[in-house]
């Protein structure tokens, strides 16, 4: 059975710093990794998918990479403002067809 | 707005009522999922449907039916509400999972059962 989990669950940091938030998940046989945003109150928003034949993937501040062979990805933020505060969520689509989610980061920035 | 609609956006029931939550996309997706997300807990997948005219179980299927009505629509029916599904409920939707596998996801709705 898939899980996968995010760590850490919470995370607080000055405005202007570089972060990391992890995934890991058990089992290596999926189709591709999603990590979203979701704002207090609100769905969630795609902000990178990496496909299982891919490495990583960047949109702006956001770069996010994939190792499979371990499974574990990274989404790394890029000089964080106060705007980025959101959970994060990480998502993997198994070989069954289903998205299992990560339970998410809390992420705060400090102004 | 392309996008994929739920309605209602909030619902209080009294434990044994009955509701129907309503889903629909219109971006011609082919698989679409139903989630409950739960403090502590995340998303947690109910039920999905990869493709028109089927359905299968997720991880918390009890207490829950779907339907496919069509490609657009899919619909959460919970038929004798229980306080333990009270939650927010997420429908969400991709063109084909394998090949094109972004999810888009609605805004919500959020029960209460009394």
């Known amino acids: 059975k898939q899980e996968v989990t995010q760590i850490p669950a919470a995370l607080s940091v000055p405005e202007g710093e570089n972060l990391v938030l992890n995934c890991s998940f058990t089992?290596?046989?999926?189709?591709?990794l999603q990590w979203f945003r979701q704002d207090p109150g609100k769905g969630l928003t795609s902000l990178l998918l990496?496909?299982?034949?891919?490495r990583e993937q960047t949109s702006g501040r956001l770069n996010a990479s994939l190792d499979k062979s371990s499974g574990r990805s990274t989404l790394y933020i890029a000089a964080s403002q106060p705007g980025d505060s959101a959970t994060y969520l990480c998502?993997?689509?198994?070989?069954?067809?289903?998205?299992?989610f990560g339970k998410g980061t809390r992420l705060h920035i400090l102004p | 707005n392309a996008g994929v609609t739920q309605t209602p956006k909030f619902q209080v029931l009294k434990t044994g009522q009955s509701m129907t939550l309503q889903c629909a996309q219109d971006?011609?997706?082919?698989?679409m999922y139903w989630y409950r997300q739960d403090p502590g807990m995340g998303l947690r997948l109910i039920y999905y449907?990869?493709?028109?005219?089927?359905?299968d179980k997720g991880e918390v299927p009890n207490g829950y039916n779907v339907s496919r009505l069509n490609k657009r629509e899919f619909s959460l029916r919970l038929e004798s509400a229980a306080p333990s599904q009270t939650s927010v409920y997420f429908c969400?939707?991709?063109?084909?999972?394998?090949?094109?596998?972004?999810?888009?996801f609605g805004q919500g709705t959020r029960l209460t059962v009394v």
């Open positions: 449907s990869a493709s028109e005219g089927t359905t």
């Open positions: 969400a939707s991709n063109l084909e999972f394998r090949f094109m596998p972004e999810a888009f």
């Open positions: 089992d290596s046989a999926i189709y591709n």
């Open positions: 971006m011609n997706h082919n698989s």
């Open positions: 998502a993997v689509t198994n070989r069954d067809d289903k998205i299992i």
């Open positions: 990496i496909q299982s034949s891919q």
